[in-house]
């Protein structure tokens, strides 16, 4: 039993030794890449900008439930109770719509920035992948994986012009 030990921790050193030899690492900024590359600059202008139409309509339909709101305060004194009841009723209804459609629109933009994204990392990760087996790369890290490094282990720039 001993003897096996012995012979497993001696595999373990010699194993060690050898596997260090022709190591090779690099490391890439993945949000570099995405705010920098042509690909990266048009998902997050399409997506900024219909966040702004987006916004743009959601504050004039507030503004006219506003002024709906307005207009059913100013007549709580000429209405009976059950009236005006009814109409803050129809408002409140209004109101949880406009909310629902707003939040449903948000959720799809955002969908779509996160479906666009991902499809941005798989046409990058098939660049480093190329890149990777053409120059003999081992291991490709991310650039927030590491704490320190030297920088002509960076890949970044020469992804972006492949990217771009």
Do not use: P, W
């Not at 490391?27 to 705010?35: N, P, S």
């Not at 941005?120 to 490094?149: M, P, Q, R």
């Amino acid at each position: 039993m001993n003897f096996l030990r012995i012979l497993f921790v001696l595999f373990l050193f010699l194993s060690n030794a050898n596997s260090n030899e022709n190591f090779s690492i690099r490391y890439i900024d993945f949000d570099f890449l995405f705010k920098n590359s042509s690909i990266g600059k048009k998902i997050n202008d399409d997506v900024n900008n219909q966040k702004k139409k987006l916004l743009e309509k959601s504050k004039k339909e507030q503004l006219k439930l506003k002024d709906k709101k307005d207009d059913i305060l100013s007549k709580k004194n000429i209405l009976d109770q059950k009236e005006f009841e009814e109409l803050v009723i129809e408002h409140q209804k209004n109101v949880e719509k406009y909310q629902i459609e707003t939040n449903k629109l948000l959720n799809n933009v955002n969908k779509e920035f996160l479906n666009k994204t991902i499809d941005f990392k798989k046409k990058v990760n098939k660049i480093i992948l190329k890149y990777a087996s053409e120059n003999k790369i081992d291991i490709i890290l991310k650039k927030e994986a590491t704490f320190v490094s030297n920088s002509q282990l960076d890949i970044t720039k020469i992804i972006l012009d492949k990217l771009n």
